[in-house]
């Protein structure tokens, strides 16, 4: 039988892999025990001959050919069967170490069973080739002996270089007849003709293991037909055959060594090793591999090395990504196996940080590894991170000292016991637990968050600073406790004081072991404003017995993406108080307050909210797609919009706000930060009304322009309750007299971060000149129901910065322009849709659609600047789409990588209200910014009002995301706006080139 026979079983089916089912019908084969010749579709086998702690034997002789033939004619009936039954097998006796046990040696054959078996699918943990019996014995010890050609010498150097110790590890005889070894490293010009050139075979030392590195240039087939007479031309007990590029070999060859160093035995070692490379083809026999194994190597200080490595990574952001060993990937817990510098410290710290890690075995081994492969991601960069054997220098001969970095630890103690205990495993259920938090320098054993705590943008003073910590349980499934609230103090240096929380674990009412978890989240805020938050969770258990049964413990993650804040926050904008809306383990919405010494949930009613949302939505949208605009405040169209929203809003303010325990800095105060801590999370902020709500027919405030000019009004008619219901006013409404900056999470995979804090450079380059550079696009709907919607916008734009603006018809264009123009302003007005093949949100410029899957960086900002960009995102409500996790609001924060302020609309609006919108907006901000700098939160809610005033529904329903202390400014000249004298200090201080406007 030939491979093409088997290849036939593999390639038909559903389309998924059908290795699983193969594997169990050789298996089959190799026990005729089980009945292969009498199995019914669907049967669910005893497994009754196969022994625990032997080889599974998988193998087919050729009188299994006609009864193939007959699975085959009827194989899509059997693979879902036999599939089942294998994974029945793994699930019973655990993965398997596999041995091919195949009459026939075709090498054609034995290869395609070896990469077929080594599957990810079949879950095996080892597959070799039966190669006959021991010839030779002697158990492997350290220090190896590896018998080689003196121009392998490098692959020996390798070891020395990079692990610690490395030369009692490893010795090296040279290659020659009498040589006695543990290893042969099989030379690459071996010859098997007598007389021919190259290394003869049968000159090879005897050894208990010969290995040959092969390019990845050479088929399966060689692969396998070079094993086959090395297995039986050598005096050895095993031959191993690894297909990789040479330049890889050195990694292969580090890997394999650590798979041995802790402990593993070598058909699993090899096949763990060559994850990431072609499959290994292995032959011995199971009686050598039941003692080829080596003592794990427990290397003294490894994990204090390790700890200090991660260090040197830490601050390697030019580092290119690091390419690391997938088996060592899988150790640190991480998906991929390509890391950032700083990823890849992040990962180090986050796995010493778990219980007993600095005596698990094969640590140093790992550790060479990583410096083999830092090693070659330095390669061509002009200072080196590790350059000599041991212990990898600091980047800087003389480096300047620098601080510790600290991090947010929390760690959890039983209370049951006379003397606090650490539970760094699964909870016992209905029990009472303390929490302990502090920051500080991580210890190993500590659980801790991954990214440091961005202290340095804290303000600096020599005694430190206190900090806020608020404990919120959002296990879900019941009524949450309320949050806890404690203040720490961070010195200069060394540990915070710490604070602790006591908590209760649910109780289990008949559920699995795993079933129910703890779910916490911690926050860190400086004077209201969020600097990082983490996730805590734990499995909750039934006793200490179930809890044996559970690895997994007490886990602590970041929350949200992380981002830095390059200044010292105290000259940010203080909050009065901040919101973190969110939902619990269970999926209930909920947010929660925190204002200075208080934190408490606030209620909100998931149906009643989105229901809520769509009645706001629907009102706003009866005037945005109406064939004419208001003509002004006193429109009764306008009137009676107000009348219904303030309806809305002051139920909402009263569920949200109007509660026992709601101090004033959400009552009252002008400045609050709203974070979106999950998709689909909006609260509509900005209409909430804390005035009495209006009967139907009330009239407009007697002081409503005056209070859209001041941003508050205390006319008498709103101190009487009975009298105000005659009576609506615009400042009621807190998107007319509060900054409220909005921040989002981008994407659920990566909710691991920092909440409140967005990428911000120093005060005097923080701005975003509008008059520099400025690119439109406009969906060709704009004008579809008013002929010249879009012309407004031309001509204001031509208007305001004659020049300094381009208009693009495609998305190509439009990415093209962004990286050759760096523009400070983007203006789109566009349609949002459904792609049919992907089902994925859309958005439309001209008439190109582009799904929000594909947004990237390179439409929203040049590549590496620094600078801010505004971003007028108005047209079918990118804020609030029918898929809320698909926001193109969202998505151009996450593209903009915290430069971007996105002022959008929950409303949708059709082109002829998009154009004059959009068009005095840009004459709003024009007027503002010659007037002098102005931040965004401050001159978005000063246009809101002006706008509002002249009869635009639109200003209602709009909001901003982003960091509200981005600064706009635009002198359209050298001299308009600074005099003679403080010219040139206002022009460095806002960043501005020396000639104008227009770059």
């Not at 229901?611 to 109406?626: F, P, Y």
Request: hydrophobic share 40%; net charge negative.
């Amino acid at each position: 039988m030939n491979k093409h026979f088997f290849e036939r079983f593999e390639r038909e089916g559903s389309g998924r892999s059908n290795a699983p089912a193969f594997a169990m019908l050789g298996v089959l084969a190799s026990y005729p025990e089980m009945g292969l010749e009498h199995l019914r579709p669907g049967e669910r086998l005893t497994l009754s001959g196969l022994i625990p702690g032997e080889p599974l034997r998988f193998g087919f002789s050729p009188r299994d050919r006609a009864i193939l033939e007959q699975f085959h004619a009827l194989w899509p009936m059997w693979v879902d069967g036999l599939a089942a039954n294998w994974a029945n097998l793994v699930s019973e006796f655990g993965p398997q170490r596999i041995e091919i046990a195949q009459d026939d040696e075709n090498p054609e054959v034995l290869a395609y069973f070896a990469e077929l078996l080594a599957d990810a699918s079949v879950g095996a943990a080892s597959v070799y080739i039966r190669g006959g019996e021991p010839r030779w014995d002697r158990p492997l010890l350290w220090p190896l002996e590896i018998v080689a050609q003196s121009s392998e010498r490098r692959l020996i150097e390798v070891l020395w270089e990079n692990v610690s110790g490395g030369d009692a590890l490893v010795r090296w005889p040279p290659l020659e007849k009498s040589a006695v070894g543990h290893v042969l490293l099989v030379p690459p010009d071996i010859s098997f003709v007598p007389g021919a050139p190259g290394t003869q075979a049968r000159e090879m030392p005897s050894s208990a293991i010969a290995i040959a590195f092969v390019s990845e240039r050479k088929t399966a087939v060689e692969a396998m037909a070079l094993g086959l007479k090395l297995r039986y031309r050598l005096d050895t007990d095993a031959v191993l055959v690894v297909r990789t590029p040479m330049k890889r070999r050195e990694e292969c060859w580090l890997a394999l060594l650590a798979a041995l160093s802790s402990g593993r035995a070598l058909d699993e070692a090899v096949l763990l090793a060559s994850r990431s490379l072609a499959v290994p083809f292995l032959l011995s026999s199971w009686k050598f591999l039941t003692k080829a194994k080596l003592a794990a190597w427990d290397e003294q200080g490894a994990a204090s090395e390790l700890l200090r490595f991660s260090e040197l990574l830490r601050d390697r952001f030019e580092l290119v990504d690091v390419v690391v060993p997938e088996p060592l990937a899988r150790s640190l817990g991480v998906e991929s196996s390509q890391l950032s510098a700083p990823e890849l410290a992040a990962a180090l710290r986050r796995f010493l940080s778990e219980p007993g890690v600095e005596r698990q075995p094969g640590l140093g081994a790992a550790l060479a590894q990583l410096r083999w492969a830092v090693r070659a991601a330095e390669e061509g960069l002009e200072v080196p991170l590790s350059q000599n054997s041991s212990t990898p220098p600091p980047l800087d001969p003389k480096p300047p000292r620098k601080p510790q970095p600290r991090y947010l630890q929390a760690n959890i103690f039983s209370t049951d016991e006379d003397a606090a205990v650490h539970e760094p495993g699964a909870l016992l259920a209905d029990r009472t637990y303390q929490l302990e938090v502090h920051i500080g320098p991580v210890h190993l054993g500590s659980r801790f968050v991954w990214k440091p705590f961005p202290e340095a943008d804290l303000p600096s003073s020599p005694g430190g600073n206190d900090l806020t910590v608020v404990f919120a349980d959002i296990s879900g499934g019941r009524k949450p406790p309320p949050p806890q609230l404690a203040r720490i103090h961070l010195p200069p240096e060394g540990d915070s004081t710490p604070c602790s929380f006591k908590f209760s674990t649910p109780v289990l009412e008949g559920l699995e072991p795993s079933a129910e978890r703890f779910s916490a989240r911690i926050a860190v805020l400086y004077r209201n404003r969020v600097l990082q938050t983490a996730l805590l969770s734990a499995p909750v258990v039934s006793s200490v017995e179930a809890r044996m049964r559970v690895w997994r413990g007490v886990e602590q993650d970041m929350e949200l993406p992380p981002v830095f804040s390059n200044e010292a926050l105290d000259e940010r904008t203080h909050f009065d108080a901040a919101l973190v809306l969110n939902h619990d383990a269970a999926g209930v919405a909920g947010a929660m307050m925190v204002e200075d010494e208080k934190a408490r949930w606030l209620n909100i009613d998931q149906p009643d909210l989105e229901e809520s949302i769509r009645q706001l939505r629907a009102r706003l949208d009866v005037l945005t797609q109406s064939a004419d605009r208001p003509v002004g405040l006193e429109d009764g169209r306008l009137v009676s919009l107000l009348v219904t929203l303030a309806n809305q809003g002051a139920l909402l303010w009263r569920i949200v706000v109007d509660q026992p325990g709601v101090g004033p800095g959400l009552r009252q105060g002008k400045r609050l930060q709203i974070l979106e801590a999950r998709w689909g999370t909006f609260l509509p902020v900005e209409l909430f009304y804390e005035f009495p709500a209006p009967h139907t027919k009330a009239q407009l405030c007697p002081n409503a322009r005056q209070a859209l000019e001041t941003g508050e009004c205390d006319h008498e008619c709103h101190r009487d309750e009975e009298l105000a219901e005659d009576y609506v006013c615009p400042a009621g409404f807190w998107g007319l007299t509060r900054v409220l900056e909005r921040q989002r999470v981008v994407d659920p995979e990566q909710a691991r971060g920092d909440v409140g804090l967005r990428s911000m450079p120093s005060r005097e380059l923080r701005t975003i000149p509008l008059l520099l550079k400025g690119l439109v696009g406009a969906s060709h709907r704009v004008d579809s129901h008013d002929i010249g919607s879009m012309d407004k916008v031309r001509h204001t734009l031509r208007t305001l910065w004659p020049d300094c603006t381009q208009e693009v018809k495609g998305w190509k264009e439009w990415a093209k322009a962004v990286q050759q123009h760096a523009p400070s302003l983007l203006v789109l007005l566009v349609h949002t849709g459904i792609e049919e093949r992907t089902d994925v949100a859309t958005i439309e410029i001209a008439d190109e659609e582009l799904a929000v899957s594909r947004l990237h960086e390179r439409h929203v900002r040049q590549k590496d600047s620094s600078g801010g960009v505004l971003v007028l995102l108005l047209g079918c409500s990118p804020v609030l789409p029918a898929v809320k996790f698909q926001s193109v609001v969202g998505q151009f924060l996450w593209a903009g990588r915290g430069s971007a302020v996105v002022v959008s609309s929950v409303a949708d609006m059709l082109g002829r209200h998009a154009g004059p919108t959009t068009a005095e907006l840009l004459n709003g901000l024009g007027d503002l910014v010659r007037q002098g700098a102005v931040n965004v939160g401050d001159a978005f809610i000063r246009l809101r009002r002006k706008l509002l005033a002249g009869g635009d529904p639109l200003m209602l329903g709009l909001a901003v995301y982003g960091d509200v202390d981005w600064y706009l400014v635009a002198p359209t000249s050298p001299r308009e706006d600074v005099d003679a004298e403080t010219g040139d200090v206002a022009r460095r201080m806002w960043g501005l080139p020396d000639s104008g406007a227009c770059a």
